[in-house]
C-alpha cells in the first residue's frame, strides 16, 4: 500500500465533479451562443470562459493522476509540480487577458477569482511538488486543496459567467429595443 492509497476515494470525487462540470460549460455555451455579439467578446471569453475550464480541465488531470497505481509519490510529484508550472504560466496569461479585454472592467471578485486563486493553487501545485519527498503527508494534503481550490474557482466563475449573461447581455437589447 502506498502514500496515495487513502486519497483514491477523494480524487475519485474531485475528478469526476470536475469532469462533469466541463460538460455542463459546454451546454452553457451552446445556450447563451444566440445571444447578442458585440465587439471585444472574443477577449472577454478568453479572460473569463476559457480559465473556468482549464481549472477544471487541470483538476480532471491532477486527479487522473493521483488515482493512477503509483509506488512511491516521486513521480506523482513531477506530474502535480509541471501542472503547477504551467498552471503559474497559465495564471499570468490571464493576468494580461483581463487587462487587455474591454468589453468588462474587472472588479476586486473578478481579480480574486480569475487571477489571484488561481495563482495561489498553482504556486500550491509547485511548492508542494518540491516537498513531497521530504513531507509527503503534508505535500498530499495541499495538492488536495489545491484541487479543491481550483474546483471551487471553477464553480464560482462559471457561475458568475452565467449570472452576467442572464443579467447582463440578456437585459441590454432589450432595453434598447424599448427606446427604439
Known amino acids: 500500500m502506498t502514500v496515495l492509497a487513502g486519497w483514491e476515494n477523494f480524487y475519485v470525487i474531485v475528478g469526476s465533479s ?30 473569463f470562459a476559457t480559465p473556468t475550464v482549464v481549472h477544471f480541465g487541470a483538476v480532471l488531470l491532477l486527479s487522473a493522476a493521483m488515482c493512477a497505481p503509483w509506488h512511491a509519490v516521486t513521480s506523482p510529484a513531477a506530474i502535480w509540480g509541471l501542472f503547477g508550472l504551467l498552471g503559474v504560466a497559465y495564471a499570468l496569461l490571464v493576468v494580461r487577458r483581463l487587462r487587455v479585454q474591454s468589453i468588462y472592467r474587472p472588479e476586486l471578485e473578478d ?35 489545491a484541487a479543491l481550490l481550483l474546483l471551487i474557482i471553477g464553480i464560482h466563475n462559471a457561475w458568475d459567467s452565467v449570472t452576467y449573461h442572464v443579467y447582463v447581455t440578456r437585459r441590454e437589447p432589450q432595453e434598447s429595443e424599448r427606446r427604439g
Open 18 to 47: 470536475a469532469g462533469a462540470l466541463i460538460g455542463l460549460q459546454f451546454v452553457v455555451m451552446a445556450l447563451i451562443a444566440g445571444l447578442p455579439r458585440g465587439p471585444g467578446v472574443a477577449q472577454a471569453g478568453a479572460a
Open 111 to 145: 481579480w480574486l477569482f480569475y487571477a489571484l486563486l488561481p495563482l495561489a493553487a498553482y504556486v500550491m501545485l509547485a511548492v508542494c511538488a518540491c516537498a513531497a519527498r521530504a513531507r509527503t503527508h503534508e505535500a498530499l494534503f495541499g495538492v488536495g486543496a
